[in-house]
């Protein structure tokens, strides 16, 4: 079983629609999770940080967290082209090591 | 302010043969990541720096691999001999604070082994 599990996609949604990105981890001591996005040919940027159960909301970004199922997730609403990416998952047990998902590749058609 | 410089941004080279990377974190980031990131794969830590010391290297092939942060700031990463499996993006990125998750990537540096 892989530490951090994403689905590679690729997850295609219309524009204006809701993308929906879902990640589960094995390590139930896992504190802190996060999301990057990776354009085709570019190096990984943090998008959101989430340390709690519930919701987080950013702009048109929302990250979901339940530690009872070990699942976090990422919600992007009124997706665009120019969110077309490949989203990572990435999860801490602690403050030292950064775990990575395979990403899963979003793409938003016009 | 500036990003995490890395170069060469490419690199061929025939197997057996030895290869550098470096790279230069964001002014005041203490800490300081090489990854390796093949095609389809998120990234896998190779070795983590707090200033010029190496925490965490557990990953790292060191057979073949070896890794420098000399005064603190920028680093390099060598690969001596490269083999072909070898062939992958190396990414380095740096943070403020350690393990907080929020890390500034550079451009990577791409590696073809022949």
């Known amino acids: 079983q892989k530490e951090v599990e994403q689905n590679s996609g690729p997850l295609s949604v219309p524009e204006g629609a809701i993308a929906s990105l879902n990640c589960t981890y094995s390590?139930?001591?896992?504190?802190?999770f996060f999301w990057y996005r990776q354009y085709s040919g570019k190096s990984p940027e943090l998008i959101m940080s989430?340390?709690?159960?519930g919701d987080k909301e950013d702009g048109r970004f929302t990250a979901q967290l339940n530690k009872a199922s070990q699942y976090v997730s990422l919600l992007i609403r009124d997706s665009q082209p120019s969110d077309s990416a490949t989203y990572l998952c990435?999860?801490?047990?602690?403050?030292?090591?950064?775990?990575f998902g395979t990403g899963t590749r979003l793409q938003v058609f016009p | 302010e500036a990003g995490v410089v890395q170069s060469p941004r490419y690199k061929i080279i025939e197997k057996k043969q030895p290869v550098a990377f470096w790279c230069n974190p964001i002014?005041?980031?203490?800490?300081l990541y090489w990854y390796l990131q093949n095609l389809g794969q998120g990234p896998e830590l190779l070795i983590r720096?707090?200033?010029?010391?190496?925490?965490?290297d557990s990953q790292l092939p060191k057979d073949r691999f070896s890794a420098e942060r000399l005064k603190g700031v920028d680093s390099t990463l060598k690969i001596q001999p490269a083999e072909l499996g070898d062939s992958a993006v190396y990414l380095c990125?740096?943070?403020?604070?350690?393990?907080?998750?929020?890390?500034?990537f550079g451009e990577g540096s791409r590696l073809t082994v022949l």
């Open positions: 990435a999860v801490s047990r602690n403050t030292d090591k950064l775990i």
């Open positions: 002014s005041g980031h203490n800490t």
């Open positions: 989430i340390y709690s159960n």
């Open positions: 390590d139930r001591g896992s504190q802190s």
């Open positions: 990125a740096s943070s403020l604070v350690s393990g907080a998750g929020e890390l500034f």
């Open positions: 720096y707090e200033n010029e010391e190496a925490v965490d």
